[in-house]
């Protein structure tokens, strides 16, 4: 018996659903939509929203940092994360709630499941979306360039590039017969 228990199951053990829930929430804030079936997109509606709920409030100095780490938690990329709360959390602002809607679109002819579109309420136009996108893997790269330095090479790796280098030259004939 499931008496009381709010999670959805979704015939996987816990750890596989928490990874696709979070990929499937990661996905959605990225796209701003996505297609799966109802009972997944059901469950993966109560995630988004408690993240885009926790962005709206990110917004304020003293409970930035906690918002941040714990949806830092389900959202794995930094580049998702970022446009989290900079761009969908202040979007929100003067909405209470219901920042999802989902779509039902028929069954898929595989396997009969019902299928359902989930996505955000107030939607950016496809042109607006690119340029953030742009700008924001501009940021990220020139951050990331500034803060981490390169890798040094292993001493394994640089004796086999030198090795490949201080091999002999082939001979004038050889040099010769390949040219032809």
């Known amino acids: 018996m499931r ?3 709010k ?3 979704l015939q996987r053990t816990s750890a596989h659903r928490k990874a696709m ?3 499937m929430v990661t996905s959605l804030l990225f796209h701003e939509r996505i297609e799966s079936t109802v009972a997944k997109t059901k469950a993966a509606r109560i995630l988004a929203e408690k993240l885009i709920t926790r962005a709206k409030k990110g917004t304020q100095e003293e409970a930035k940092l906690h918002n941040l780490r714990q949806a830092a938690r389900i959202v794995k990329d930094q580049e998702v994360l970022n446009k989290l ?3 969908i959390g202040p979007r929100y602002t003067e909405r209470p709630g219901g920042y999802t809607r989902i779509i039902r679109t028929g069954r898929r002819a595989s396997d009969n499941s019902e299928m359902a ?3 955000l309420v107030e939607k950016k136009e496809i042109a607006q979306i690119k340029d953030d996108r742009k700008t924001v893997r501009e940021a990220l790269a020139k951050k990331s ?3 981490v330095p390169a890798p040094v090479a292993s001493t394994k790796a640089t004796a ?3 090795k490949k280098s201080a091999k002999k030259p082939k001979t004038e004939k050889a040099a010769v017969t390949a040219e032809k």
């Open 3 to 5: 008496k009381r228990n």
């Open 85 to 87: 709360f900079n761009d």
């Open 145 to 147: 360039s500034k803060t």
């Open 7 to 9: 999670v959805k199951q």
């Open 21 to 23: 829930l979070g990929n």
């Open 117 to 119: 579109i989930l996505e």
């Open 160 to 162: 086999k590039v030198e």
